[in-house]
């Protein structure tokens, strides 16, 4: 059965758009979409040109915020596929001729009336469960899910093309759906961030819904006919959204897993690796009636030789391309995302994942429709699949963290794709002999790349510092440098003795926050800041100084408070210490060094940063900040408001232990850049954002506690110390 789309439906806007296709088919210039490579190319092309949405929007966004965009992502693309197998009756109702009577009419019907179901029933309780989660707002759960019930009732017209092999009206749709990825999406991400991405797909794919998705007259109360349609599709939905699940459970995994900045950087690398896998599935809609009407005319045993060959094309296409990049990998990731620079080796290895998974996801759809127990076998296939790809990724991250989380990523693609070839041949679509051949390249292949990937990881690299003589480990090996040379010294505080504000004539430090708070209700911080000079605290704590000053060393000391001083530290069970210069100095654009001995142990979270003196935040920099334990890491971070949201960078570096000896920080800060420096090494760079370019003031305190660092425990040694030798602040001529 073939029925012609557009006798099928009448209604007035699609009668215009079925007679805007019919015109643009006529013109002989494009003829040449009537043919299968069209589409192909045509879909490789605008997948290509859709990346530069997702190598953009990392840029745009930070990690964390990145993070948030690919789980709205994951929804979208849920979503958009929830069809309930309506694509998938499509292909074996029109591809394969069934006998049953089920028509293009039908199928468009029953998309539009689940459409409605799922706008109504469905998404109201989407958003109010998930708001909050990970960040995500309501505004953007629901803007993303409705764009995406309008994309699924849009591609109705497209599969009923592609099952019915009208392949210039297949192409022509299809690729005008996907064109809402490339540079519709892009402009909604640059002038609305994740909103304005989303709410600009939301209008592309539902004035393609209102134009080519209508089935004419609806029968809407044609219940039983309806139920008995999606009964029939149900399996093969069911099969279909399991491998879909599968192929986005890792980003939902890795956020359980890691926290905010990890699991940033581990979508980052798990998207690139989606672009891959997304355009080989997309490349095989044009393939896929063809090689489906083939296997129905092979005699049994002897296996489709149109599958067998395409499987080795895409393994070659796809393995020496990847062979020839992975010693670039790390240089073209530093260069083009340098907020996601410690992405690196995770990215690196998720990439190797692309190849098996790109495979699975060219063979599943053909599987699915050969099926003729596709509930059975999707249970089969995809429930171990997905207990093993959690089963990996847990391990995987006790031993390595996300990059283990890759490996496991690699691993579980491999074995699920082994399956898909395993479940083929039980179908009769291929046979023993091509089965084995396969398996056997696929496991060589993806062994090969593993180890080659192994080799261009980013390794810890030693190098000795010739003052201190620690070693370090900066993200890519660099040179010994001057990072503040030709720059001249605008603020040096050497700590001879600490000059307080108010307490002489030419004081720098003020012990408490600008405002007056003595410590971060906010971050749910537990540290109490004590101001020393007289008169400033109550009678149990008059007498407590947390800053002691011997052979010009700062020692900025925390401890805990005794059960009688409770009162006077407002309940907080901390006494430290914090000092600030926005009274004395502040600088645009320079940069900050500090040599200091860091503290180890649970809670303790020393910082030296910068905040804005017109008041406000963000901004923010963050020059040094170390959760106590981790001694052996520390963070640079950048605090931005872009487009009326907050964009953030978080940079983890990791180090030799910093609470064992000196260590110089540093930090450059320019216009375009954000350089931070250790012992004279760059370890990590990030763009400098636009809101960022005014004068800003030092703070250096010894936090407890709070919502990153988490509270101290039985080992946390106190009083606790945050020793530092020097502050000098650099300016550019």
Not at 63 to 78: D, K
Not at 451 to 464: D, K, N, Q, V, Y
Not at 616 to 627: A, H, K, L, N, S
Request: hydrophobic residues 50%.
């Amino acid at each position: 059965m073939k029925p012609a789309l557009t006798s099928d439906i009448p209604s007035p806007h699609a009668s215009f758009a079925q007679s805007s296709l019919v015109r643009l088919k006529a013109w002989r210039g494009l003829s040449y979409l009537g043919h299968p490579a069209a589409y192909a190319i045509g879909a490789a092309v605008v997948t290509a040109l859709s990346a530069g949405t997702t190598f953009a929007a990392p840029m745009m966004l930070g990690p964390e915020s990145f993070g948030a965009f690919a789980l709205l992502t994951t929804f979208f693309q849920l979503t958009a596929r929830s069809d309930l197998g309506l694509s998938q009756l499509a292909d074996r109702e029109l591809a394969l001729g069934s006998n049953h009577a089920y028509g293009a009419h039908d199928i468009l019907e029953a998309r539009l009336m689940l459409g409605g179901f799922l706008l109504v029933g469905f998404a109201p309780i989407f958003v109010l469960t998930m708001q909050g989660y990970a960040g995500l707002s309501a505004l953007d759960i629901a803007i993303t899910l409705i764009g995406a019930i309008a994309a699924m009732i849009a591609v109705g017209p497209v599969t009923i093309y592609r099952a019915s092999s009208n392949l210039w009206e297949f192409t022509a749709l299809a690729l005008g759906l996907q064109l809402a990825m490339t540079f519709p999406r892009l402009m909604g991400l640059a002038l609305g961030g994740t909103t304005g991405c989303f709410a600009v797909l939301l209008v592309w794919y539902g004035s393609f819904a209102l134009l080519f998705a209508q089935p004419g007259k609806v029968s809407f109360f044609n219940v039983k006919k309806h139920l008995k349609l999606l009964r029939s599709a149900l399996p093969l939905f069911i099969f279909s959204t399991l491998w879909l699940i599968y192929l986005f459970a890792n980003r939902w995994i890795s956020s359980a897993l890691s926290n905010a900045w990890d699991f940033g950087l581990f979508a980052f690398g798990a998207n690139l690796s989606y672009i891959v896998v997304g355009t080989v599935g997309a490349i095989g809609q044009a393939f896929y009636p063809k090689l489906i009407s083939e296997i129905g005319r092979t005699p049994e045993g002897q296996g489709s030789k149109g599958i067998f060959q395409q499987t080795k094309l895409i393994l070659l296409g796809l393995s020496l391309p990847l062979t020839v990049l992975l010693p670039f990998a790390s240089f073209l990731i530093g260069a083009i995302f340098p907020k996601f620079s410690t992405a690196i080796d995770a990215t690196i290895l998720l990439s190797v994942s692309a190849v098996p998974l790109s495979i699975a996801t060219w063979l599943l759809p053909i599987s699915i429709a050969l099926s003729k127990k596709p509930l059975h076998e999707a249970i089969v296939l995809m429930v171990p699949a997905l207990i093993s790809l959690i089963g990996f990724m847990y391990c995987g991250n006790f031993l390595a963290g996300i990059a283990g989380q890759a490996i496991a990523n690699t691993v579980s693609g491999t074995l699920v794709t082994l399956m898909v070839l395993g479940l083929l041949a039980l179908q009769g679509a291929l046979n023993r002999q091509q089965v084995t051949l396969l398996m056997g390249l696929i496991s060589m292949a993806v062994c090969l790349l593993m180890f080659e990937a192994s080799h261009f990881m980013i390794r810890p690299l030693t190098i000795p510092h010739q003052t201190t003589g620690q070693p370090i480990t900066p993200i890519a090996a660099q040179p010994q440098q001057d990072p503040k040379s030709g720059m001249r010294l605008v603020f040096a505080e050497e700590f001879d003795r600490l000059r307080l504000t108010g307490d002489w004539e030419g004081g720098i430090w003020e012990p408490a926050y600008p405002w007056g708070a003595r410590s971060n209700a906010d971050n749910h911080e537990l540290e109490y800041y004590l101001d020393p000079r007289p008169g400033r605290e109550a009678e149990p704590l008059s007498s407590i100084t947390p800053f002691k000053i011997k052979s010009g060393i700062l020692s900025l000391t925390a401890l805990k408070a005794e059960g009688y001083q409770l009162s006077a530290s407002h309940g907080l069970p901390y006494l430290s210490g914090m000092l600030n210069t926005s009274k004395s100095f502040s600088f645009t654009y320079g940069y900050v060094e500090m040599r200091a001995r860091l503290p180890r142990g649970a809670g303790l979270w020393p910082a030296l940063w910068l905040l804005p003196v017109k008041g406000g935040w963000p901004p923010e920099i963050d020059i040094m900040e170390e959760i106590g334990n981790r001694a052996d890491r520390y963070y640079g971070s950048v605090h931005s408001s872009r487009n009326g949201g907050r964009s953030e960078t978080v940079i983890p570096i990791d180090t030799v232990d910093l609470s064992k000896g000196y260590n110089t920080f540093g930090m450059k800060w320019d216009a375009q850049s954000i350089d931070w420096f250790l012992n004279g090494l760059k370890v990590a760079t990030a763009s400098t954002p636009p809101d960022i370019n005014q004068p800003m003031y030092l703070l250096i305190n010894l936090a407890i506690g709070g919502h990153w660092a988490g509270p101290p425990d039985d080992t946390t040694p106190f009083p606790a110390h945050f020793d530092i030798d020097y502050i000098k602040v650099y300016s550019f001529p």
